[in-house]
C-alpha cells in the first residue's frame, strides 16, 4: 500500500502506477495548503513538502509530540478534545488556531481532516490539510477594531454635538423669558453665539478630516507671517481663554516669521492646540505660546500647567480618536480625539512636525509645531483688519433663495438690517420669476430645492440680461472639491458652505 493508501499493480500496472504516485507526490508538495495524511489512529504516515519547509519537522517528530510544540498554547487545549471527539466519531474536523513555523513566528490556519471510509464506513485513513489564513484573520481584527472606533465615535459625536445644542434650546427660552431685560438678552446671545461657533468648528473638523482621509484637502498656500497667525488665533481663543480663567502669555522675539502655509489652516491648528490646552489646564492655570526661528524652521510652541499625559501614552495622542486615559469628565470629556490628528495632518502637508512631551500626569504638556521657514523674507506691509460690524455703504437688491423657511427668514431680515432690499423665495422656479421682476444685485441660493434645483436655477439666471450681470453665490451644506466643481459650471460665481458666517456675508454683499 502506498501513502495514500492505494494499491499498486504488477508489471505495466505497477509502471503506471509508480509515475501516477510520481505525479500525486509533486502535486501534493506544490499545493498551497500543508497536508498530511494519517492512521486511523491518527498517527501521522505522510506530510507534504510544505508541512515540512514550515514547521521544519519530520513525520517522525510529529509523532513524538509534535503537535504540542507547534500549536499555539493557547489553542492547544480546545483544538484537542474536539479532535478527539472527531476521531471516535469518525466526522469531519475543522477547526482555526495558530502553528508556529520553524523560526518561531505564529500564523493562523484552517486545518481541516477528513476522514477516508471504507464501503463498511469503518474509517482507514485520515487526509488533512492546513490553510493559511494570518491575511484573513488580521483583515476580520482590523474590522472590529474600525467597527468598535466607529461605535465609539458615533456615541461620542452625538454627546459632543449634544453640548452645544443644550443651550442654544435653553437660550432660546430665556430670551423668551426676559425680552425686557436688555442686559439679560445680550448676555444670552453671546452665549448662544459660543456654542453655536463651537458646533460649527466641530462639523468643519469632521468636514476636513474627511477631506484629509481621501487626499482631497487643498492649501490655498502664500506667503504669510506666523505672527499673524498667531494674533488671529489668540483673539479666536480670547473668549475661551477667559471663561476658563487662564491666563495666556506670549513670548519670542517678536520678529516676522515667515513660511509658505494656508493662513486659515494655520489659524486652525493654533486655535486647536490652544483649545487643547484650555480644556486640560484647571481653572486659574497658565498657558505659554512661544514662536521664534530655530534653524530652517519656524518653531510654534504651546505649553501648559494643565494634567498632562502619562509618557507611556505619549505616542497616541495624534491617533484618529485618540483618548487619553487622564483626559477624564472632570476636564470636560474627552472629546471626540480628532482635534490632535487633524493638526498632525495641516502640519504634515505643509511640510511640517508636530510633537508632544509631558513630564507625567499633573505635569502639564508642551506640544511644539515645527514648519519650513522661507529662505526670502517679504517687505513688512500694512494688516489690514476688516471691521465686521461695518455695513455696505451701497443699498443693495438681494434675492435670497432656499426651501427651508427658517434659513429665508434669518437671513433676509439680517439684510434688511444692514441696509439692503430683500426679496425671497422657496424654490427654484419661483428663484427665477422673481430675479427677472426684481433685477438683483446679488443671489444667495441653496442647491437642493423643488421644482428646480439650484444648479438649474442658475444655468436659467444667467440666459438673462439681469442674470448674467447679477453676482450668483452657491449656498450649500456640500463643500468637496467636485461640489464646488459642479456649482462654478453651472454659473456659480462663488461656493459658500452653510452655515455662512457674518465677515463673509458682508464681504460678499460689498463685493
Given at each position: ?429 419661483e428663484a427665477v420669476q422673481k430675479g427677472a421682476a426684481f433685477k438683483p444685485h446679488l443671489v444667495l441660493m441653496d442647491l437642493g430645492m423643488p421644482k428646480l434645483n ?58
Amino acid at each position: 500500500m502506498n501513502q495514500f493508501g492505494n494499491e499498486s499493480g504488477t508489471g505495466g500496472g505497477q509502471a503506471r502506477a509508480t509515475e501516477g504516485e510520481k505525479r500525486l507526490s509533486m502535486l501534493a508538495d506544490n499545493m498551497s495548503q500543508m497536508a498530511y495524511v494519517a492512521t486511523s489512529d491518527m498517527h501521522v504516515e505522510w506530510v507534504n513538502k510544505r508541512w515540512l519547509d514550515y514547521t521544519g519537522m519530520s513525520v517522525e517528530e510529529m509523532n513524538s509530540s509534535g503537535w504540542g510544540r507547534i500549536v499555539h498554547p493557547e489553542d492547544l487545549p480546545t483544538i484537542g478534545d474536539s479532535f478527539k471527539e472527531a476521531v471516535f466519531k469518525g466526522e469531519r474536523w475543522e477547526k482555526e488556531f495558530r502553528l508556529r513555523d520553524k523560526s518561531g513566528e505564529y500564523h493562523w490556519f484552517l486545518s481541516i481532516s477528513e476522514p477516508i471510509k471504507d464501503e463498511s464506513g469503518r474509517v482507514l485513513q485520515w487526509f488533512g490539510t492546513n490553510t493559511d489564513i494570518t491575511r484573513r484573520k488580521l483583515a476580520e481584527k482590523e474590522l472590529a477594531l474600525t467597527a468598535k472606533n466607529t461605535d465609539r465615535f458615533l456615541a461620542t459625536l452625538a454627546h459632543e454635538l449634544r453640548n452645544p445644542l443644550a443651550p442654544l434650546r435653553n437660550g432660546l427660552h430665556l430670551l423668551e423669558m426676559a425680552p425686557e431685560d436688555a442686559v439679560f438678552q445680550q448676555e444670552t446671545r453671546a452665549m448662544m453665539k459660543r456654542q453655536l461657533d463651537h458646533l460649527v468648528r466641530l462639523v468643519d473638523d469632521l468636514m476636513d478630516l474627511s477631506r484629509i482621509s481621501r487626499g482631497q484637502m487643498k492649501l490655498e498656500l502664500e506667503e504669510l507671517d506666523l505672527q499673524e497667525v498667531v494674533a488671529t488665533a489668540l483673539e479666536a481663543s480670547a473668549s475661551v481663554m477667559s471663561e476658563a480663567g487662564h491666563h495666556i502669555r506670549t513670548e519670542g522675539t517678536g520678529e516676522s516669521i515667515h513660511v509658505q502655509g494656508d493662513r486659515h489652516r494655520l489659524v486652525q491648528v493654533v486655535s486647536h492646540l490652544l483649545a487643547n490646552a484650555a480644556k486640560f489646564t484647571d481653572s486659574g492655570g497658565e498657558v505659554t505660546l512661544t514662536l521664534r526661528s530655530e534653524g530652517d524652521h519656524a518653531l510654534l510652541a504651546i505649553t501648559d500647567t494643565g494634567i498632562g499625559i502619562d509618557p507611556a501614552a505619549l505616542p497616541e495622542v495624534f491617533e484618529m480618536f485618540a483618548q487619553v486615559a487622564a483626559h477624564d469628565k472632570k476636564h470636560g470629556g474627552k472629546g471626540l480625539g480628532i482635534g490632535l490628528n487633524l493638526a498632525k495632518q495641516i502640519i504634515g502637508l505643509h511640510g511640517g512636525t508636530i510633537d508632544g512631551s509631558s513630564e507625567g500626569t499633573g505635569m502639564g504638556s508642551e506640544f511644539k509645531v515645527r514648519i519650513p521657514l522661507l529662505k526670502r523674507k517679504r517687505a513688512n506691509q500694512p494688516v489690514v483688519v476688516a471691521n465686521s460690524d461695518a455695513t455696505a455703504e451701497v443699498r443693495k437688491r438681494i434675492l435670497v433663495v432656499d426651501d427651508n423657511k427658517d434659513a429665508v427668514f434669518s437671513m433676509g431680515v439680517m439684510l434688511e438690517k444692514l441696509g439692503h432690499e430683500v426679496v425671497t423665495a422657496h424654490d427654484g422656479e419661483e428663484a427665477v420669476q422673481k430675479g427677472a421682476a426684481f433685477k438683483p444685485h446679488l443671489v444667495l441660493m441653496d442647491l437642493g430645492m423643488p421644482k428646480l434645483n439650484g444648479l438649474e436655477a442658475c444655468a436659467q439666471m444667467r440666459q438673462a440680461d439681469w442674470g448674467k450681470q447679477a453676482n450668483i453665490v452657491a449656498l450649500s451644506g456640500w463643500g468637496q472639491e467636485e461640489d464646488r466643481r459642479i456649482s462654478a459650471e453651472a454659473g456659480f460665481d462663488h461656493h459658500v458652505v452653510k452655515p455662512i458666517n457674518r465677515a463673509t456675508l458682508l464681504h460678499l454683499v460689498s463685493s
